[in-house]
C-alpha cells in the first residue's frame, strides 16, 4: 500500500463577512456578538493523495478549489476538521504570493528558497538552474514590480519546481505564460510525475488535466462531488456546466417574444461578415445522440447543423464550416462545394437546413467553430454572403495520444524477424 503524501478529513473553512468596519471590530472585541455573516468556503472535505500521485482538482470558479490547495499548502488554517501532511511542500498558488514585489528577482528566488528550508550555499547551487529555466535575462536583478505577468509566473514557477519539493502545488499559474514556456512547464511537471513527486494540480484546460493527472475530483458548492480517473470526471464537469449554461439561458415567454422579434428587426451582429441575401439564422453542434454540445470526445459522431434563410434568390449557394485551434490554425473544414451532394438552387425566403456528420478525431485541445454561406457566381467567383466568425467555442477531450491536430485512428502491427539485415538474429 502507497504511503499518503496528504490526508483531509472532514474539513471544513468558514470566513466571516462583515457589513460594516465596525462589526469586524465588535468581533475581536466580542466574540460572537457582531452581525457578521457566515460564508463556508469548503464543507466536509474528505481526501487522500498517495505519494506520487498527481491529482486534477476541477470547478467552476468560487466552488473552493482555492481554499482547498490554500489549507493543504498551509497558508490557510480549516475552521473544522484535520490535515496531515507528509513531506516538503511547494506551492504556485495566486499570482504574487510569497514575493517581495520590492525585491529584484534575485533576491526573491533567495527569499522564497529560504522559506521552503533550503540553505544559502543550497539557494547558491540552484540558482543558475532556476535562472536558466525562468529565462526573463537582465531582469532578474529589476524589482519584480516591473515585471509583466508572463515574467512573474516565469520565475514563480521556475523556483517552485527547482527547489526538489517533494509536494508540488499549481493553481491555474499556467494560464498566464506564454504557449512554448507553458509547454516547457508541462513537461517539468511530466518529469517530476516521473520521478514521485505528488502534484495537486488545478486548472480549467480538462485536456491538460487528462495528460497530466493520475486521478481528478470535481469541486462544486464547496463540497468534493466526485472523485475518480480523470476521463470520467471531466466528463461530468463538462455536463455541470452544461446544464448550467442551459438553465442560465431559460427566459419567460413574453422576454423571448421580445428578444426574438428584436432579433429579426435588427441588422446583422458587426461579428459577422459578408454582404447579404442570406443569413445563417442557427447554427448547433449536436452529439450522437442529436444534443446540443460544446464538448467533443475523440471518435464521436458529430453533427454540425446550419439554418440558413435566403433572402434573395441564389443559383449556386455553398454552405461551410472550419473549425480553428485557438491560436486560429484551422484543423479541419468542410464544404458542399465539390461535395457528392452540392446545395440545389434556391429562392428569396426559402430556409435550407445543412447538417455535415462526420467522425471526431480531432486532437483533445480548445477549439473555435466558424459557419457561413456563400454563393458562386458564373465565373466561378466565391461572394460570402453571411460568415460567422467564432460562433462556438468547442471543447474535445480524450485519451487519445496524438502528435498533432488529428488524432487519426491508425492500426499498428508488429511481427518478429528471425534475420535483420541478413544476420541472423538468434532467435528460434
Known sequence: ??????????????????????????????????????????????????????????????????????????????????????????????????????????????????????????????????????DIGDFIDQPVKTYSSGMFVRLAFAVAVNVEPEILIVDEALAVGDVLFQRKCFAKLEEMSENGVTILFVSHDLNSVLNLCDRAVLIDHHRIIYEDKPHPVTLAYSALMAKREAESKVL???????????????????????????ELVDVLVLDDRGNPTQTLCCGMAVTIRSVICFHQEVAF???????????????????????????????????????????????????????????????????PLDRRRDILALTVIGTVCSYGLLAVPVEIEYTYSHELNGISSGVT
Not at 490526508?7 to 463577512?17: A, G, P, T, Y
Not at 476541477?58 to 482555492?66: A, E, L, R, T, Y
Not at 426574438?260 to 428587426?265: G, N, S
Open 1 to 134: 500500500m502507497r504511503e499518503v503524501a496528504i490526508r483531509l478529513r472532514q474539513v471544513s473553512k468558514c470566513f466571516k463577512r462583515y457589513s460594516h468596519p465596525v462589526e469586524r471590530l465588535k468581533e475581536l472585541l466580542f466574540p460572537g456578538h457582531s452581525k457578521a455573516e457566515s460564508f463556508w468556503a469548503l464543507q466536509d472535505v474528505n481526501l487522500e493523495v498517495p505519494k506520487g500521485q498527481t491529482l486534477g482538482v476541477i470547478g467552476q470558479n468560487g466552488s473552493g478549489k482555492s481554499t482547498l490547495l490554500q489549507i493543504v499548502a498551509g497558508t490557510l488554517t480549516p475552521t473544522t476538521g484535520t490535515v496531515e501532511v507528509n513531506g516538503r511542500i511547494s506551492a504556485l498558488l495566486e499570482l504574487g504570493s510569497g514575493f517581495n514585489p520590492e525585491f529584484t528577482g534575485r533576491e526573491n528566488v533567495f527569499f522564497n528558497g529560504r522559506l521552503l528550508g533550503l540553505s544559502q550555499s543550497q539557494i547558491e547551487q540552484k540558482f543558475d538552474t532556476i535562472a536558466q529555466f525562468a
Open 252 to 278: 419567460d415567454k413574453r422576454q423571448f417574444k421580445q428578444e426574438v422579434r428584436a432579433k429579426a428587426d435588427s441588422p446583422l451582429p458587426e461579428t459577422r461578415i459578408g454582404i447579404g441575401g442570406a
Open 317 to 383: 449557394p455553398i454552405a461551410g464550416f472550419k473549425i480553428k485551434t485557438l491560436n486560429g490554425i484551422a484543423a479541419i473544414g468542410h464544404s458542399t462545394h465539390g461535395s457528392p451532394t452540392p446545395l440545389p438552387a434556391v429562392k428569396k425566403g426559402e430556409t435550407i437546413v445543412v447538417e455535415f456528420s462526420w467522425l471526431c478525431h480531432l486532437a483533445p485541445g480548445n477549439y473555435t467553430l466558424t459557419a457561413g454561406v456563400s454563393e458562386m457566381l458564373p465565373d466561378q467567383k466565391i461572394l
